[in-house]
């Protein structure tokens, strides 16, 4: 019996959230005493895993099928967690983790526990806190299946470092009934994505306008950040949709939030709730936005983040 995680990557490399399920599967493993498995999807070099515990790798070639094909990942996963008889499948609660998992736990009769935050607390029956209402409760779920498929939030568990010397094996890509293929995909832009980012910059109607989207771009790039808005902003073309956050657009799990120009409504804080550290630069002491951060600045964004530019870009050098 093993842990299985789903190791996620982009272009043959492992992805973040790919490293952070692997340190969570660790720690199962560690808890329940046994092996833990990754099974990876077109990776050639799993080394890194070997930083995260992984007792042994299981690649799956997709050879043929470029793109990500949730079915036949999920029948090759399935395959996977059948050999190694593994009762506990860990996936990452990314946009292709969210759709495999729930299939996946259907295809192999599993529990599927959604915005997993902790490890489990108990194992019999596998019991974890998961958090609900847009991170503004959580709850203790309870397995009542044999076989459980954690969906982890990211960033809930962060990077952690076990020394391994992991086993690599390939598997079978299995194909399945699916009606469905994808036959292409377009990147918006090649910038750090926001599901993806640990720090995220953010810009509200309190920038006044696109031609001011400057300040944001310039201080993401000095901290290696993502950029995002809320949603009048991409309501009004000021930035492209795929930036929105919020209840309605994505949600952010990042370490550090940047919030500039932006009051807080409650639609915008229900999808960044679960950043670490929210800071928030706004002019108007009163903006809501201050009762969620963890640190505030009261003041013009237009003279505040040009000299928060010049101090990070020294600290640099
Ligand atoms: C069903 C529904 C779903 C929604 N979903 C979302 C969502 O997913 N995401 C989202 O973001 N919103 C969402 N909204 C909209 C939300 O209610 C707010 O209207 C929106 O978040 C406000 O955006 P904003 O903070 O950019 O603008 P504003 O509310 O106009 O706030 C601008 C802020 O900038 C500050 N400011 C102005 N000038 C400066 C300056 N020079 N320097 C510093 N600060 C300055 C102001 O003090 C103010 O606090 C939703 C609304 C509804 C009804």
Known sequence: MSVVVYVESQNGIIKKAGL????????????????LVAVTFNVNDASMLNNHGVDKVCNINTTGDTFFNVDRYSASLAAVIENETATLVVVSATANGRYLGPILAAAIKAAYVSNVVALPSAYDPVTVKRSCFTNKAFNACVSNQSKTVISLSSNAFGLKEYTSEAEYTEAEYLNSNSTLKVTATDSISDKVTIADADIVVSGGRGL???ENWHLIEDLASVLGAATACSKPVSDMGWRPHSEH??????????????????????????GINSSKVKVVINNDPEAPFFKAADYGIVGDAFEVVPKLIEKLKAIKQ
């Open 245 to 270: 956050v919020g209840q309605t657009g994505k949600p952010v799990a990042s370490n550090l939030y940047i919030a500039i120009g932006v009051s807080g409504a409650i639609q915008h804080l229900a």
């Open 208 to 210: 006044k306008g696109p």
């Open 20 to 35: 952070e399920v692997a340190s969570y599967g660790r720690a199962i493993a560690n808890a329940i005493q046994t092996n």
